[in-house]
């Protein structure tokens, strides 16, 4: 991945976690609108954060 | 370690604090060497299956070497940002040697303590971590960095600011998004 790309990536991701469930939703649509891709990137990255926490803690 | 050696690590620590990239270089064995020998130690204490504490032994390697009142916090942070880099390096080697003995290929010599650190089943997940980080660091490397100081080094939102150089609220969302990616990464490859 480029490093640009993965700049916009975390930008949306880090925004979106500073939101409520309904609000992101809106955000997702407007930022990444026409960028199924981006998405894509921000909504797998989301969900795997609900998961690792458990996971990290685990490892250590 | 005697008073002197004492005196001579802190006064490298404190000068590595303020610029001087030559004392890194002359404190850095002197670190490796005793993380590795306060690793080996508690190995053998560590029952089977049990994970070791990094934060503890990195905390252990520093009251040893280093004179408590002659540094800062920031000293101290500088300190277990180096010590977080080793200790990765020596788990991950730990792991590695587990998982070439589990899969019977070539001979790799595993003590008895070394197969203590890690159960088995952590074993692949360090290996794997450690390869995620690598590539995290490829296109990210401060956020690589975040993971290193926290998970290897036991160092908090605040130290790690330090040490990196930016705010702790940064580090906060930088360790969110890397461990998002990080797991995710892992998935993947197991």
Sequence with gaps: MKPERWQQISAVFQEAMTLTANERVKFLDEKCAGDFDLRNEVESLLDSHKKAGKVFEELQ | ?190
């Design chain 2, 1 to 190: 370690m005697s008073n002197s050696s004492i005196v001579q690590m802190t006064q490298l620590l404190v000068d590595w604090s303020n610029g001087d990239k030559e004392a890194l270089d002359k404190l850095m064995p002197f670190v490796y060497q005793e993380l590795h020998r306060l690793a080996h130690l508690y190995m053998r204490k560590e029952n089977a299956g049990h994970a070791l504490q990094t934060t503890a032994l990195v905390n252990e390697a520093y009251m040893k070497l280093i004179d408590q009142n002659r540094v800062q916090w920031q000293n101290r942070a500088h300190f277990f940002a180096i010590a977080s880099q080793m200790m990765r390096r020596i788990l991950v080697d730990y792991a590695r040697k587990k998982l070439y003995a589990k899969r019977g290929g070539e001979t790799v010599h595993v003590s008895l303590d070394e197969a203590l650190i890690l159960s088995n089943e952590k074993a692949p997940d360090l290996v794997i971590l450690d390869e995620a980080l690598t590539n995290l660091a490829e296109m990210d490397e401060r956020r690589s960095r975040v993971v290193e100081l926290r998970f290897f080094g036991g160092l908090t939102v605040d130290e790690t600011a330090e040490v990196l150089k930016v705010s702790s609220d940064t580090v906060l969302r930088d360790w969110a998004l890397a461990k998002a990616w990080l797991y995710r990464y892992m998935s993947n490859e197991t």
